[in-house]
């Protein structure tokens, strides 16, 4: 059987067909064959990523860039005189034993890691010049490629090449020092503990002059509290009218025992006279004397105590003022002493920084420790691995 075909349908016909050809070209396109390095590198991206590409870098530096560092070590150990041992009666005499220093210890443990170390090292070591040796590496050299030349940057620098400890058992200060070349960690050492014996210099000197000059100063204080005492005794005794009442009271005294005997005398003379001769001429003789003479030792006694001219409160002023002379005296005395021993302790140092062990050149490099530090890289960048992909197996997991 025949069927007619209308224009209209065969014009549509036609137009299908090149839409159909694109559809199929399309599909062929999108299902064509990825490259199998492309394929490689999707599948080994993360480890590619986290492990092989930082361990790479570190054998790269570590092997063939990074260049070796040799390192110097010096101890010493900061002492002071032990004044443990002093007598108060001997004071003058110091002991010869020492003991550490603490303080100064860690006085010369800032002064290493400070900025003032940094200045004397580029004055009298030329520190910019060792930091950039020629064999030295572009990340450890000074300046390199991560750092520019600023003063803040050469300390920093600096603090990654000296590092300084001390033991607290035995107080020994280790000073450790790397550079480029053996002999340049010698010399910054050495340029390092001459400073630091220098510090300790001007703490001893320092510490003479504030003593001395307290010293001195106690002494013109003492100086004038004996001259006040001095004048205010001199003035007492211009008011007083005597120079030592003491002594006025102690004649009184020797009057009044004479006129006691003869009182006493007297009084053994009238009663003979009345047993031999109650009415003879000499008994009133004897008996106006005995009343003179009693009298005059009353007279005597209110002069040392029984009247406002009375020598008692005087004398008792002129020992209180004689005592606080002598307490006077006492502390200038005490006050010389003292300065003679400052004087005696200024000849002599204080402190004393004691070198232990010399800074030697090394033989080898000893950093950096080129194994160790590849194997930490490693080591790090496979657990960096094993999280990720712990985390994208678990997000995998959830999204299925």
Known sequence: ????????????????????????QATISAEAPVPHWLRWLRRYALFIVTVALPSTIAILYYGVIAADRYSSEAQFVVRSPNRAGFDQLSSVIPS?????????????????????????????????????????????????????????????RYQDFVTIKQDSATGIS??????????????????????SEALINRLNERSRRDTIAAAEKEVESAKARAFERREELTTFRMRAGTVDPAKSSQSLLETIGKLSFDAAQVNAQLAEALRSSPLGPQIANLRNRLQATEQQIVEEKRRIGGSAQALAPIIADYERLVLEREFADRVLASALASLETAR????????????????????????????????????LSLSVYAICRSLIDNIRAHEH
């Open 1 to 24: 059987m025949s069927q007619d075909v209308t224009p209209g349908h065969l014009s549509d016909y036609v137009e299908l067909v090149p839409l159909r050809s694109g559809a199929a």
């Open 174 to 195: 280790t000073l450790t020092v790397q550079s480029f070349r053996p002999d340049d960690s010698v010399r910054i050492a050495e340029v390092l503990l001459q400073g």
């Open 96 to 156: 010869t034993g020492t003991e550490r220093a603490s303080d100064e210890a860690s006085a010369v443990h800032q002064f290493v890691r400070s900025r003032d170390a940094v200045e004397l090292l580029v004055r009298q070591a030329d520190l910019r010049a060792i930091l950039a040796r020629p064999e030295s590496d572009p990340v450890w050299r000074f300046p390199g490629w991560f750092t520019k030349d600023l003063r803040e940057k050469l300390f920093q």
């Open 344 to 379: 005696l302790e200024s000849q002599r140092q204080q402190l004393y920084l004691e070198r232990v062990v010399e800074p030697h050149a090394a033989d080898y490099p000893s950093h950096p420790k080129r194994l160790m530090w590849v194997g930490i890289v490693i080591l």
